[in-house]
C-alpha cells in the first residue's frame, strides 16, 4: 500500500508522536531549545560586538518534576554571563596567588606534566599527621524519626547536588591508602557519581569511635523529584539547627562556578540560625591557576561582606587528585576536639605493631632516587646474583676490549629517568 505523505503532514503527525513518546517513557531526555523573547536577533545582528550576536538560548531538559529546578540553573547561567567581564577584570591577588602556589593547586595552563594521585599528594600536600581508623557507615536517614541518637562529636558536610561532597570524604578518611587518592566510586566507602542527586538520605559514617561524618543530599539541581527535594531540604535544615553534637559544618562550593543563587537562599538559612560554617572550595583541579585565584578572592570577599557566620579562610581542595587535602583532615581533627582521643588511638597502633626499623606508616612511593643503580651510565648491575653480574661484565668486555663503541656512547643520549626529581618537576609546572 503507498502512503502518501507530504512535508507538512509528516511535521504534523510524526514529529508530535515523537515528542510525546520520548517524554512519556522518559527514555531519551528530548532538550527543547528556545529563543529567549527578550532577545531580539535583527538588532543583535546590527550590534559590532560579537558576542551580543548569539541570542541568549534556554536550554530546557524535560523530565518530570525537575523542570523548575532546570529554570532556575538557567537564570543562574544568565547572571554569570553578565558578570564575566566584571571577573575577568579583576587582576588575582598576589597572596591569593602565593597561598595557591603553598597548596600547589589550580591547573597550569599546558603543563607537560600531569600530575595524579599519590604523586601529586607526595609532591604538594603534607604527609597526613594522624593514622585515623576507616570510616564506616552506620546509619541512613531519609526522614527525622531514622536520625541516629547523638553520641559522638558530628562533622557535617552540605552543598550544591554534585559539588564533590562524597569524593571530598572518601579522599580525607575513605578506607585505606587508595581511598585517599582519589579512590573510584566502586571502591570507595562513600558513594558518588558523575550526576547530580547520588546522596538520597543524610548518611552517617563513624571514624572509630572518635567522631562522625554525615554525608548529606545536595540542594540545587539534582535529578529527583521534586517532593524529594523538598524532604531533603526540610531533614537537613532541622538537623542542622538542632542537632546538639554538631561542631562543625563545611559548605562545599564548586571552584569553576562559585558562589550560585541557591548557595545563597542556603548561607542566608545559615545566618537566620545563626550557624558557623567553613567554606571548601572544591574541583580546583579543573580551574586555571589565574581563575580560581579570582574565584577565590572573590568568594572570599562576599562571605565577609554578608555571611557574618562565615568562618575565615577557605580550603581549595581537589579531591581526585588529593591536594589541599591533608590541609582540611588536619583542620577537621583540631577544630571536633578529638586529638587526645586520636594519639592515644595512634600509640595503641604503634604498640601492636612490630617494630621494624623504620617508624610511621610505609607507603608505597612511585618516585626513586636519581642516583640508583640502574641509571648510572655505564656501570653494570652490581646487585644482581654473582653468577648473572659475571655474565653482564664478561659481555660487556668484548665490545670494550674491541674498541668497539656502545649504542649510547654512539648516540650520545643519557639514559632516560623514569622519575623526573621533585624540585625539577615544581620548577616545570610554577616557573
Ligand atoms: N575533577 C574533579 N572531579 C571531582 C572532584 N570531586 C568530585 N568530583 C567528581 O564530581 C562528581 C560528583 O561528585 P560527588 O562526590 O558524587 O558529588 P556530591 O556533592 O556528593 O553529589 P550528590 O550526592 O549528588 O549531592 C563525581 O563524578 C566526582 O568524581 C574533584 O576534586 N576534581
Ligand atoms: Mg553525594
Redesign the pocket.
Known amino acids: 500500500m503507498f502512503i502518501r505523505c507530504t512535508r507538512s503532514t509528516f511535521l504534523i503527525n510524526i514529529v508530535p508522536f515523537q515528542l510525546l513518546k520520548s517524554y512519556r517513557f522518559n527514555a531519551i531526555p528530548f532538550p527543547i531549545i528556545s529563543f529567549d523573547e527578550k532577545s531580539n536577533f535583527s538588532t543583535s545582528i546590527r550590534n559590532a560586538n560579537w558576542a551580543s550576536k548569539i541570542p541568549y538560548v534556554k536550554k530546557v531538559i524535560r523530565r518530570p518534576g525537575v523542570k523548575d529546578e532546570v529554570m532556575e540553573e538557567a537564570e543562574d547561567e544568565q547572571e554569570e554571563l553578565s558578570n564575566r567581564k566584571k571577573f575577568m577584570a579583576r587582576l588575582p591577588k598576589e597572596p591569593t596567588l602565593k597561598k595557591l602556589d603553598a597548596v600547589g593547586i589550580g591547573r597550569v595552563k599546558n603543563a607537560h606534566v600531569i600530575l595524579k594521585g599519590e604523586r601529586a599528594r607526595t609532591l604538594y600536600d603534607e604527609p597526613f599527621k594522624f593514622e585515623l581508623p576507616p570510616l564506616q557507615f552506620f546509619a541512613g536517614a531519609k526522614g527525622l524519626e531514622s536520625i541516629p541518637k547523638p553520641t559522638l562529636p558530628e562533622i557535617a558536610v552540605v552543598?550544591r547536588?554534585?559539588?564533590?561532597?562524597?569524593?571530598?570524604l572518601n579522599a580525607i578518611l575513605g578506607s585505606g591508602y587508595g581511598a585517599q587518592i582519589g579512590a573510584s566510586a566502586a571502591g570507595a566507602v562513600v558513594r558518588?557519581?558523575?550526576r547530580?542527586?547520588?546522596?538520597k538520605q543524610l548518611n552517617f559514617f563513624t571514624c572509630g569511635r572518635l567522631f562522625h561524618l554525615v554525608?548529606m543530599?545536595?540542594y540545587g539541581f539534582?535529578y529527583a523529584k521534586d517532593e524529594v527535594k523538598a524532604q531533603w531540604a526540610s531533614i537537613i535544615q532541622t538537623y542542622l539547627t538542632s542537632r546538639s553534637t554538631l561542631r562543625l559544618l563545611y559548605l562545599?562550593i564548586d571552584a569553576r562556578h562559585g558562589i550560585k543563587h541557591s548557595d545563597r537562599l542556603f548561607m542566608d538559612m545559615l545566618t537566620s540560625h545563626e550557624i558557623k560554617f567553613h567554606v571548601v572550595l572544591?574541583?580546583?583541579?579543573?580551574v586555571v591557576r589565574s581563575i580560581l585565584a579570582r574565584r577565590y578572592d572573590m568568594v572570599e570577599e562576599e562571605l565577609q561582606e554578608k555571611y557574618p557566620t562565615a568562618q575565615s579562610g577557605l580550603f581549595p581542595?581537589?579531591?581526585?587528585n588529593s591536594i589541599g587535602i591533608s590541609q582540611l583532615r588536619n583542620h577537621m581533627i583540631h577544630s571536633v576536639g578529638c586529638q587526645p582521643a586520636i594519639e592515644k588511638y595512634q600509640e595503641k597502633v604503634a604498640s601492636k605493631l612490630k617494630p621494624s626499623g623504620s617508624s610511621g606508616r610505609r607507603v608505597k612511593s612511585n618516585l626513586k632516587p636519581a642516583s640508583s643503580p640502574r641509571s648510572a651510565p655505564g656501570k653494570p648491575r652490581t646487585n644482581l646474583p654473582k653468577s648473572n653480574a659475571e655474565s653482564v661484565r664478561q659481555s660487556a668486555a668484548p665490545d670494550a676490549a674491541k674498541g668497539k663503541k656502545t649504542v649510547r656512547e654512539k648516540t650520545g643520549s643519557v639514559p632516560k629517568e623514569r622519575f623526573i626529581p621533585l624540585e625539577k618537576l615544581k620548577e616545570n609546572i610554577y616557573s
Not at 161 to 168: F, I, L, Q
Not at 196 to 199: E, K, Q
Not at 282 to 286: E, G, V
Not at 317 to 320: L, M, V
Open positions: 552543598g547536588s554534585n559539588v564533590g561532597k562524597s569524593r571530598m558518588h557519581a558523575d547530580p542527586g547520588v546522596t554525608d543530599p545536595g539534582a562545599l572544591t574541583k580546583c583541579d579543573l581542595i581537589s579531591s581526585t
